[in-house]
């Protein structure tokens, strides 16, 4: 029979000779390369008490960042929902009352803003998107979850904490490429 390409090889067998019929010499260079192994660096950690140092640029679970008096930065113009290539964002707009300035940065804020974990895929678009820098993706895990509901994060999770400690770090996604684009304001994208 013809062969259809020139890859096949024609397998002979060949008489095994004394050396490889004992097969020990097989067994000891066999356990040298166990044993090798045994008493190198594990490269395993034992997670979740170890934890693996992220890249700066990983992105991970989103937060939703306050400014520096403690308002919510997001104004719910619905840009990063229009981003998404998965459809992930949600939420719905209300208009700041009179008292609240101390809550929202500005006369509209998210009432609700909903992201499907499940759906996102991670790729950073509702961050590069966002004109208030209100959006970023982190270095935290998304938590596993046993039922599909818990994968919808709304504010409660994705909104930082207002103290100081629970405030969530975001310098290392502001690389310094980052920082001299947002500083055009001439570009519609940047202004406040
Ligand atoms: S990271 Fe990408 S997929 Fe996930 S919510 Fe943002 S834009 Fe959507
Ligand atoms: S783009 Fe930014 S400001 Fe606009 S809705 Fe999204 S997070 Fe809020």
Redesign the pocket.
């Known amino acids: 029979m013809l062969p259809l390409t020139n890859r096949s090889k024609v397998v002979v067998k060949k008489e095994m000779s004394l050396y490889e019929k004992i097969y020990l010499p097989a067994v000891i260079s066999g356990m040298i390369i166990t044993m090798s192994h045994f008493f190198r660096k594990k490269p395993t950690i034992q997670y979740p008490e170890q934890k693996r140092e992220f890249s700066g640029i990983y992105?991970g679970q989103?937060v939703l960042k306050r400014d520096e008096n403690g308002a919510e930065r997001c104004t719910s113009c619905g840009l990063?929902a229009v981003?998404?290539?998965?459809e992930?964002?949600t939420m719905t707009s209300a208009e700041r009352k009179k008292g609240e300035e101390k809550l929202y940065r500005e006369e509209k804020y998210a009432a609700t803003y909903e992201?499907n974990m499940l759906?996102?895929?991670?790729?950073?678009?509702?961050?590069e998107a966002c004109p208030k820098e209100a959006i970023f993706?982190t270095d935290r895990m998304v938590i596993p979850e046993y039922n599909r509901k818990s994968f919808i994060y709304r504010k409660d999770i994705l909104v930082e904490g207002i103290e100081n400690d629970k405030r969530i770090d975001v310098t290392r996604r502001q690389t310094p490429a980052v920082i001299e684009f947002k500083k055009h304001k001439e570009f519609d994208h940047n202004r406040l």
Request: one cysteine or more; proline letters at 5%; hydrophobic letters at 40%.
């Open positions: 992105r989103h990063c981003a998404c290539p998965a992930a964002i992201i759906r996102c895929i991670f790729c950073g678009d509702c961050e993706l």
